[in-house]
C-alpha cells in the first residue's frame, strides 16, 4: 500500500525557473535602421534646436503613438479588450503602424505568446530568462522572430486590409516620416518623428523588460509582472503589468481610481462617441481577489500534503 503522503492529490505547482540561453542570431546589418533612428533623433535634435513648435510635435506624437501601441494594438489587437467598426480597426491600425513597431498582426502575435509563457523558457522576451537588455529590445533585432507565427492571430488576418498594412508596415513608416516632414519641416520630421520614436520605443520595451522586474506584484500571476506607477505613467496606463497579467481581457489595467490609465480614458472618451463600444472592465470581485483561485489551490494542497506527512511521521520526540 502507498505511504498515506502520497494518496494525497497534489495541486500543479510552476515548474522551476530555469535560465536557458540560446544563441539567437542577431539580425545587425539588416537593423541598421533601427539604430540610425537612434543617431537621427540625436543628432537631428542638437542641430534643429529646442522650441515650443519642437516641444508640440515631441509630445503630440509620442503620446498619439504611444495610444496607439497600448489602446490599440496591445489592448485592441492582442486582448480584443473592446470591440470597434471595421473602419475604426483599420484606421487605428493604420496610425499603430506608424509608432515603428512593425505590424498589428507581427505585434499582437509574439504578445499573445508571451502571456502564454510569461517568465518560462518559451517566453520571447523575459527579463528572468534572457536578462534586461534582451527583454527590453534584443530579441526585436534576433532571426528568430522577424516573423511571427500567425496562427495564434486568426481573428485578425481574416481581414485583408489588416494584413496590408502588417506587410507593407516600413512603406506606411516612411509615408508617415514624409508627411510629417511636409507639414512641420525639419523640427517637425527630427522632434515629431525621431525623437519621438525614440522615446516611444523604449517607452514600450520598460514594460517588456522592467515591468517584469521592478514594482509591486498584487495578484499572484504565476510570472513575474508587477505593477509600477511611473511605467504606468510614461507608458499611458501599460505600468499596471501585474493587474494585466492577473486579468488581460480589461481594457482598464489601472483597476483602481487611483491607478492612473490614460489608454482607459481615451477609449472610454471614445466609447462616448461610439467609436468603440463595449470597453472591457474588471469585475469587483475579481479585482478584490487578491489571491487567485490558483494559488489558494496550490496552498491548500501543500498544507493537505503537510498535514498528512505529519501523521505517518511522528513529531521527533
Ligand atoms: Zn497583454
Ligand atoms: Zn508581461
Redesign the pocket.
Known amino acids: 500500500m502507498a505511504p498515506a503522503a502520497d494518496a494525497v492529490p497534489t495541486a500543479p505547482t510552476a515548474a522551476p525557473f530555469k535560465r536557458v540561453i540560446v544563441n539567437d542570431k542577431i539580425r545587425w546589418r539588416e537593423n541598421l535602421p533601427f539604430w540610425a533612428v537612434h543617431v537621427a533623433a540625436v543628432v537631428g535634435a542638437i542641430w534643429v534646436g529646442w522650441s515650443w513648435q519642437a516641444a508640440a510635435w515631441l509630445i503630440g506624437s509620442y503620446f498619439l503613438r504611444m495610444f496607439a501601441i497600448t489602446g490599440v494594438y496591445h489592448r485592441y489587437f492582442s486582448h480584443r479588450a473592446y470591440k470597434t467598426s471595421r473602419p475604426v480597426q483599420f484606421v487605428l491600425g493604420l496610425i499603430g503602424v506608424t509608432a515603428v513597431q512593425k505590424g498589428p498582426l507581427w505585434w499582437a502575435s509574439h504578445h499573445r505568446r508571451?502571456h502564454k509563457y510569461?517568465d518560462t523558457p518559451e517566453d520571447i522576451h523575459s527579463p528572468k530568462q534572457r536578462g534586461f537588455w534582451w527583454s527590453h529590445m534584443f530579441w526585436i533585432l534576433a532571426e528568430r522572430y522577424k516573423h511571427a507565427d500567425y496562427s495564434n492571430i486568426k481573428d485578425f488576418t481574416k481581414y485583408p486590409e489588416i494584413r496590408f498594412i502588417d506587410k507593407y508596415e516600413q512603406w506606411i513608416v516612411v509615408a508617415a516620416a514624409a508627411l510629417v516632414f511636409a507639414v512641420g519641416g525639419a523640427t517637425g520630421l527630427f522632434w515629431g518623428f525621431f525623437v519621438a520614436t525614440v522615446l516611444c520605443w523604449h517607452g514600450t520595451f520598460t514594460?517588456?523588460s522592467l515591468?517584469?522586474v521592478w514594482g509591486k506584484a498584487r495578484y499572484a500571476t504565476g510570472d513575474d509582472?508587477r505593477n509600477n506607477v511611473w511605467l504606468a505613467l510614461i507608458t499611458m496606463g501599460e505600468g499596471w503589468?501585474n493587474n494585466h497579467?492577473y486579468y488581460q481581457r480589461s481594457a482598464r489595467q489601472g483597476f483602481y481610481w487611483w491607478e492612473i490609465d490614460m489608454s482607459f480614458y481615451i477609449l472610454k472618451t471614445l466609447s462616448l462617441f461610439r467609436i468603440v463600444w463595449d470597453v472591457e472592465g474588471v469585475p469587483a470581485h475579481v479585482r478584490d481577489a487578491k489571491i487567485s483561485p490558483q494559488r489558494e489551490r496550490v496552498a491548500a494542497a501543500r498544507a493537505a500534503k503537510a498535514a498528512a506527512v505529519a501523521a505517518v511521521i511522528p513529531p521527533p520526540q
Open positions: 508571451h510569461s514594460i517588456n515591468t517584469h509582472s503589468h497579467h
